[in-house]
C-alpha cells in the first residue's frame, strides 16, 4: 500500500508579497483591405500589366484600425443556421481554450488559448482584439490559458506554466498573484464563486479555496488523485492501481460538484464539497471515456472515444448511463453544453456540431458546419442568448439564437 500524501496548506505562505495593479495595454488588429479588380479593364490590359498590378496590390501596407473590427469573412463561407463565424486577429494554430463575460455587462468578455492568448471583446463577442497584460508576458514563457472565471466585477484566469492573474475592476487592470513551487500539479480550472472568494483545481485532483482574493488558500481534499488510487488499490477500480496520471477534463455543477475523467479514459472520479478524497467510479461503458459533464437537470452526459454519447438515468451521481444515437459520422465528440432544460448542443472533430431540443434524447447535426475545417472543443453558454463555440486554429462560432 502507498503512503499517503497529503496536499500542502498554503493558507500562511503560498501568496503573501506584495502585488501590483498593471495598466494594460490595448492592441489593436491589423486590417488588410482587399484589391478588387475589374473583370473588363483586366482583360484590356496586357499580362504584363496584370502581373505587376497584382503584386503592388500584394504589396500594399497594412493599415492600422481605430476599432475593434474583424477580419473579411470568406467569400465561399456557408453561414450556419444558429451560429456565426467570428474570425479573430490571431495568428494560425492557436486553440481557444475558454470564455467568459463580466456579469455586469455582458458585452465586456474574455477569450483565452494557447501561446499567450488573451483577446478582449466589448460588444458582445461580434469583434476582438488581442489584450495585452505585461506581467503575463514574461520573456522564455509560452503560457498556455486554461481557464477564467468573472462574479461581479472580480476575475480569475489560470494558466500553464503556472500563472494566477486577478482583477477586482472587470478586467481593466490585472494583478499577478504568486503562486508556490509545492502547488500539485498544472492549473486548468478555476471558478469565481463570491466576493474575494474562488475555488481552483488541478490536473492532479488538488482542490484549493480561497476568500481574500487569493493571498492564502486553504486545501478542500486530503490528497491527490494518485495517493488516493494508490492508497486503495483493492477498491475494484479498473485501470486505477498504482495510478499516476493526471486528469484529461474536469467540470464543475452549479452547486460545487466536480466529475472529471482519468487522463487514460479508463474511469473517472466525482468529488462533493465536504469530501475528503476523490470518489473513483468505474465506467458504464467499453469504448473509453473522452469528457463528461453536467446536464442542466443535473444527470451526467458521458462522450467515448469514436463519437458515442450516453446520459445518466435520473439526475445526481450514479454509474448507471443509457447510449443515445447520434449521427457522429464517426467523428468523436469533445463537449456538450446547455442553454435550456431541453436544448443543447454538441461539438467534435472536423467540424460535428449537434443540436437537441428535447434534454438530450434525439439529436440533430447542423450540416452547414461541416465546411469548418477545424475540431470543435468546447460549448459554452453565458446565457440563454449568448454562447459561444471554441475551436482549434482559432475557430470561434458566436450563437444567433
Not at 481557464?147 to 500563472?163: C, D, N, Q, Y
Not at 446547455?338 to 449537434?354: H, M, N, P
Request: some cysteine; proline content about 6%.
Amino acid at each position: 500500500m502507498a503512503s499517503l500524501h497529503p496536499l500542502p496548506d498554503f493558507s500562511n505562505s503560498i501568496f503573501n508579497p506584495p502585488t501590483t495593479t498593471i495598466t494594460p495595454r490595448l492592441l489593436l488588429p491589423h486590417y488588410f483591405p482587399p484589391r478588387r479588380f475589374s473583370p473588363c479593364r483586366a482583360a484590356a490590359i496586357n499580362r504584363r500589366q496584370l502581373i505587376a498590378e497584382t503584386a503592388a496590390a500584394i504589396a500594399l501596407p497594412p493599415l492600422l484600425g481605430v476599432g475593434l473590427s474583424p477580419l473579411p469573412a470568406k467569400a465561399d463561407e456557408v453561414p450556419l443556421s444558429e451560429w456565426e463565424r467570428v474570425f479573430l486577429p490571431i495568428d494560425p494554430g492557436v486553440v481557444l481554450l475558454d470564455i467568459a463575460f463580466v456579469p455586469d455587462d455582458p458585452n465586456h468578455g474574455f477569450l483565452l488559448g494557447t501561446r499567450q492568448t488573451i483577446l478582449e471583446t466589448k460588444d458582445g463577442g461580434t469583434t476582438w482584439a488581442p489584450r495585452s497584460i505585461p506581467s503575463a508576458e514574461e520573456e522564455d514563457f509560452n503560457y498556455r490559458f486554461n481557464s477564467i472565471s468573472f462574479k461581479g466585477k472580480e476575475g480569475w484566469i489560470v494558466g500553464k506554466p503556472a500563472i494566477l492573474l486577478h482583477t477586482s475592476d472587470a478586467g481593466e487592470n490585472w494583478e499577478r498573484i504568486p503562486l508556490s513551487a509545492q502547488l500539485p500539479g498544472d492549473m486548468v480550472y478555476i471558478k469565481a464563486t463570491g466576493e474575494t472568494s474562488a475555488e481552483m483545481v488541478t490536473d492532479e485532483g488538488a482542490i484549493y479555496l480561497t476568500s481574500n482574493k487569493g493571498y492564502n488558500w486553504r486545501a478542500a481534499i486530503q490528497e491527490t488523485v494518485s495517493a488516493t488510487l494508490n492508497r486503495t488499490v483493492s477498491s475494484g477500480i479498473s485501470g486505477a492501481s498504482y495510478y499516476t496520471g493526471t486528469f484529461s477534463t474536469v467540470n464543475r455543477s452549479p452547486d460545487g460538484r466536480y466529475v472529471a475523467v482519468s487522463s487514460r479514459g479508463n474511469f473517472y472520479l466525482t468529488w462533493e464539497p465536504g469530501q475528503a478524497y476523490w470518489q473513483p467510479h468505474n465506467r458504464a461503458v467499453a469504448r473509453r471515456i473522452q469528457s463528461m459533464g453536467w446536464r442542466a437537470d443535473g444527470g451526467l452526459w458521458l462522450l467515448v472515444r469514436g463519437g458515442g454519447l450516453y446520459l445518466s438515468k435520473g439526475t445526481g451521481l450514479t454509474e448507471d448511463f443509457e447510449e443515445v444515437s447520434v449521427q457522429s459520422r464517426g467523428f468523436g465528440i469533445l463537449d456538450v453544453g446547455y442553454r435550456s432544460q431541453d436544448e443543447a448542443w454538441a461539438a467534435g472533430g472536423s467540424g460535428i456540431l449537434l443540436k437537441t431540443t428535447n434534454g438530450g434524447k434525439t439529436w440533430i447535426r447542423d450540416k452547414a458546419a461541416d465546411n469548418i475545417a477545424a475540431n470543435l472543443y468546447s460549448v459554452k453558454f453565458i446565457n440563454d442568448n449568448q454562447g459561444f463555440v471554441l475551436g482549434n486554429d482559432g475557430v470561434l462560432l458566436k450563437y444567433l439564437g
